[in-house]
Every structure is written in C-alpha cells, then in structure tokens.
C-alpha cells in the first residue's frame, strides 16, 4: 500500500475519533428522564362556563393568535376533542391542560397558578396513567404559583429539589412537560441569563433558559445535570404565540419558600420597603456622581413605610442591600421579598455624594399595592419658550394636596430644548433640580440661574402621582 493511501486512513481514523469525543462531550438525558419522569405530572382542569361571551381562561391563545397558527394547531384547540373546551366563547365546561411535580410522598404538587385559576375539578395524571383528584392548597398570583394536594396520596415518587443559587448561565438543563397535551415530553438547553425580571414580575428573578416551552409546559419542572428540579417553567417571549427561543423559570428556591408558606399558613408574606425605585441610566450616573450606572434609584418613599421610619429618602441610590450588590433596579425587589418581615436590613446608599449605611426593619407587602415599581417614562412636551425651553407655575394648593407633595412648581408648557429632550411633559410637577429643592417659581428660577453648561443634571418630577428622575443638560 502507498504513503499516501496510509496517510488518508490515518486522516479518516483521527477525524472518526475526534467525531466521537465531540458526540460523547454531549449531554445524555436517558437515564435523568427515566429517573424523574415518574415524579412529574399532568394537569388537567375543568370550569362550568360563568356566562357571557369571554375568552376561555384555559385556552392560551384568543381568536386573533388562534387565526394565525397553522390549520393543525386551530383544529387541536377549536375541535370537539380539544382539551381546552373547543376554543373562545364556548358554552361547553371549559378545560385547561399544564403539567406540574411531586414535592413530597403524601402528594403536594407544584405548578403554575395559571394552570388551575378558576378551576372547579383538578385531575392529576401520573405516568403510570393513574388519575388522581386534587384539592387546591393554595395560590400566589404575584409569583404565578399554586400549590395541590393529590387526595389519598401515598408512597408517591418525588423528585430531587435542587438549589437554584448555584445555576450558572451556560450550563444544561432539561425539561419534561405536557406541550399542547403531548404528555412527557422532553426538551433540553442551556441556562441563557439568571436573575431576569419581567413587567408582570417584580418579585421573581426568573431563569432565562433556551429550552422548548409551549402551552401544556407550563407549571413543569427545570432539571439540572444533577437531575435535580431548579426551576418551574413559566412563561416565554413570543410574537407568534408558539416558543422562540426565550423561556422563563421561577428559581426553585424561590418555589419552595412560596411552598412552605402556602402549606403551613396558606399565604405567603413577602418583606416590604415601600419605595418607588428606577433604573440608573448613563446619564443620571453621571449627574449623581456615579462612576458607573448601578443601584436602585428611589424616586419616591411611601407614607407610613419601613424606608420611611429608616429615614431613606427621594434621591438616595441604593447601591447594596444586606451586603449584596444591588447592580440593576430589577434586583432590589426581590431581595426585598425574600426577607422575612420584621427582620433588619443593611442599606448602603449614595446620597449627596457620599456612601451611608442605614438599618431598616422589613414590614409586609400589603395584599394590595406593590413594594417597588418601575417609575413612569418620559416624554416630549407641547409648545412654548424660557430658559431649558420651558414655562412653569406656582403649584396650586389643591394640587399639591392630590399629588401629596410640598412645593414645587407645575410645568405648563414645553419646547424644542433641554426639558423636552430630558422627557418633561406638561403638567409635570417639578419637586427637585440638580439634587435642589424647588418649592416656588423663584427656588425654580435661582437653580436654574446656577446650573452647569453642559452638564447633566437630574430633575426630580411627579407625574401621575408617581415620582421619577429624568436628566437634562442645560
């Protein structure tokens, strides 16, 4: 034989090999499936019709995002066998499909509390293909949890409750789910980002993951490698309506707090501080004094509020929070919620410049209300010229007592300049400039005489009742 011909099968030999060191560097999901699988369920729910003409809350799409899937996924959802009542509006019992774990053998079960809201019948399959019924436990709609109890429960297999704290992002997970009623399916990825908040979320720092999720995953297990659960599958990002590529998890060891609470006291209390907080941009960075933007910045602080008695105050920047860095304004709430009420915290905040540490003793999160928000945005203005390209007023009295400020100055119109680029609006009300109190026309004319050329400075407004720091350069 030739040189050459060894050289090729030499070539052939090492391609083959590093072929298959790559195949066995993957992840084999086999055994972790056949091991968990007996431990997660499926949820099936039925509700009388309460009249009217609404939107079946089990089914997942309206009419309009029905219309624009494919013909296979309208005939599943509309059709007479369709595990969702038949579709929008109709008058047969209306049926909703998730999937959900067992926590513990005498048969608490995790899922989402969209799953079996309303719900008058819950019905647990296992995959054994037993039916169990169900009692609702509890629920907690600001996580989007609900917790069962499979009635005679016993000897039930359980999965392995991991710890969500040590995900890193990059890592495999897996999971195992009920999408559009296709029971124990499998789907796997990677963790894409931890700590992610959501605009119907402040209180969950949710596991982004790439991993497959559709309607009927809902209320499912996140797995790890270690085939332990660390996550819920929640929620994902679509324009279409089916999975593009950007799921949501709850933390599990967010889950099991909310678990214990729901099963020991049927509720759940979260820690409270009662401020309005918001992003720290570039921008308002700069005009704090801020190397870099991070922290939490509170725009306003509640009445009759822990941060209140503790003594934070509008403009503070909040920049850790019981030792822990406070990076982005999403990560305050729920540090917040995580503690227990009547605990004390440790705040270190930048005010005037300068890091202060204060104590604060955590209340609970009124049923009603929420513990931080984001601030409203800004915007442009409508017509009109001064200095900054706008015109205010004295605060009338009776405004002042709606909006509950002291002092300030009312913006009654807005042109092409510095307020209008900085977002103030009409009917603004202006409480502070450059961390300076305004409290009248005149406060508001001396502040603006002695603001820097070029600099940004932040401007403190109430709008809609709600306060915010917008920036401006003058």
Same mark, same amino acid.
């Given at each position: 034989?030739?040189? *050459?011909?060894?050289?090729?099968?030499?070539?052939?030999?090492?391609?083959?090999?590093?072929?298959?060191?790559?195949?066995?560097?993957?992840?084999?999901?086999?055994?972790?499936?056949?091991?968990?699988?007996?431990?997660?369920?499926?949820?099936?729910?039925?509700?009388?019709?309460?009249?009217?003409?609404?939107?079946?809350?089990?089914?997942?799409?309206?009419?309009?995002?029905?219309?624009?899937?494919?013909?296979?996924?309208?005939?599943?959802?509309?059709?007479?066998?369709?595990?969702?009542?038949?579709?929008?509006?109709?008058?047969?019992?209306?049926?909703?499909?998730?999937?959900?774990?067992?926590?513990?053998?005498?048969?608490?079960?995790?899922?989402?509390?969209?799953?079996?809201?309303?719900?008058?019948?819950?019905?647990?399959?296992?995959?054994?293909?037993?039916?169990?019924?169900?009692?609702?436990?509890?629920?907690?709609?600001?996580?989007?949890?609900?917790?069962?109890?499979?009635?005679?429960?016993?000897?039930?297999?359980?999965?392995?409750?991991?710890?969500? &704290?040590?995900?890193?992002? #990059?890592?495999?997970?897996?999971?195992?789910?009920?999408?559009?009623?296709?029971?124990?399916?499998?789907?796997? #990825?990677?963790?894409?980002?931890?700590?992610?908040?959501?605009?119907?979320?402040?209180?969950?720092?949710?596991?982004?993951?790439?991993?497959?999720?559709?309607?009927?995953?809902?209320?499912?297990?996140?797995?790890?490698?270690?085939?332990?659960?660390?996550?819920?599958?929640?929620?994902i990002y679509t324009r279409s309506g089916g999975f593009m590529g950007v799921s949501f998890a709850i933390p599990i060891d967010d889950a099991m707090n909310v678990f214990r609470q729901l099963r020991d006291d049927g509720s759940v209390?979260?820690?409270?501080?009662?401020?309005?907080?918001?992003?720290?941009?570039?921008?308002? *960075?700069?005009?704090?004094?801020?190397?870099?933007?991070?922290?939490?910045?509170?725009?306003?602080?509640?009445?009759?509020?822990?941060?209140?008695?503790?003594?934070?105050?509008?403009?503070?920047?909040?920049?850790?929070?019981?030792?822990?860095?406070?990076?982005?304004?999403?990560?305050?709430?729920?540090?917040?919620?995580?503690?227990?009420? #009547?605990?004390?915290?440790?705040? &270190?905040?930048?005010?005037?410049?300068?890091?202060?540490?204060?104590?604060?003793?955590?209340?609970?999160?009124?049923?009603?209300?929420?513990?931080?928000?984001? *601030?409203?945005?800004?915007?442009?203005?409508?017509?009109?010229?001064?200095?900054?390209?706008?015109?205010?007023?004295?605060?009338?009295?009776?405004?002042?007592?709606?909006?509950?400020?002291? #002092?300030?100055?009312v913006v009654s119109s807005v042109a092409r300049g510095a307020a209008s680029e900085a977002g103030i609006r009409p009917r603004d009300v202006i409480t502070e400039i450059n961390r300076q109190k305004v409290t009248s026309v005149q406060?508001?004319?001396?502040?603006?005489?002695a603001l820097p050329d070029g600099k940004a400075v932040s401007v403190r407004v109430v709008r809609e009742g709600r306060a915010l720091y917008l920036v401006m350069k003058p």
């Amino acid at each position: 034989m030739s040189a *050459a011909f060894f050289l090729l099968l030499s070539v052939a030999v090492l391609l083959g090999w590093s072929q298959a060191s790559s195949a066995r560097g993957l992840p084999d999901f086999t055994e972790l499936v056949e091991d968990n699988a007996g431990a997660v369920v499926n949820i099936s729910t039925s509700s009388e019709p309460k009249g009217g003409n609404s939107r079946n809350p089990g089914m997942p799409f309206d009419e309009r995002q029905l219309e624009q899937l494919p013909e296979f996924f309208q005939d599943f959802f509309r059709g007479p066998q369709s595990p969702f009542g038949g579709g929008p509006g109709n008058s047969q019992p209306r049926r909703s499909m998730g999937s959900g774990f067992i926590v513990s053998s005498d048969g608490y079960v995790l899922t989402n509390n969209h799953v079996v809201e309303g719900a008058d019948e819950i019905i647990v399959r296992l995959n054994d293909r037993r039916e169990l019924p169900a009692t609702l436990i509890g629920t907690d709609p600001r996580s989007d949890m609900a917790v069962l109890k499979i009635e005679d429960g016993d000897n039930l297999p359980v999965v392995k409750v991991g710890q969500s &704290r040590d995900l890193k992002v #990059g890592e495999w997970v897996f999971a195992i789910g009920s999408p559009f009623g296709f029971d124990y399916t499998v789907t796997a #990825g990677i963790v894409s980002a931890l700590g992610r908040s959501l605009p119907s979320e402040n209180y969950v720092p949710f596991i982004q993951t790439d991993v497959a999720i559709n309607p009927g995953n809902s209320g499912g297990p996140l797995f790890n490698l270690d085939g332990e659960v660390v996550g819920i599958n929640s929620q994902i990002y679509t324009r279409s309506g089916g999975f593009m590529g950007v799921s949501f998890a709850i933390p599990i060891d967010d889950a099991m707090n909310v678990f214990r609470q729901l099963r020991d006291d049927g509720s759940v209390a979260r820690g409270w501080l009662g401020v309005l907080i918001q992003e720290v941009n570039r921008d308002l *960075a700069e005009s704090f004094g801020l190397k870099r933007p991070r922290g939490a910045l509170v725009a306003e602080v509640m009445a009759d509020s822990p941060a209140r008695d503790a003594g934070l105050q509008a403009g503070d920047i909040v920049l850790s929070y019981d030792g822990d860095d406070v990076e982005l304004s999403s990560d305050l709430p729920p540090m917040v919620g995580r503690t227990p009420v #009547g605990e004390t915290a440790e705040l &270190r905040v930048l005010r005037g410049g300068e890091e202060i540490e204060l104590q604060v003793e955590i209340g609970r999160l009124p049923e009603q209300g929420s513990q931080q928000a984001s *601030a409203p945005s800004g915007g442009s203005g409508g017509p009109g010229s001064a200095p900054l390209g706008m015109m205010v007023e004295p605060l009338p009295a009776e405004m002042a007592d709606s909006l509950g400020v002291e #002092g300030g100055v009312v913006v009654s119109s807005v042109a092409r300049g510095a307020a209008s680029e900085a977002g103030i609006r009409p009917r603004d009300v202006i409480t502070e400039i450059n961390r300076q109190k305004v409290t009248s026309v005149q406060d508001f004319r001396e502040v603006v005489r002695a603001l820097p050329d070029g600099k940004a400075v932040s401007v403190r407004v109430v709008r809609e009742g709600r306060a915010l720091y917008l920036v401006m350069k003058p």
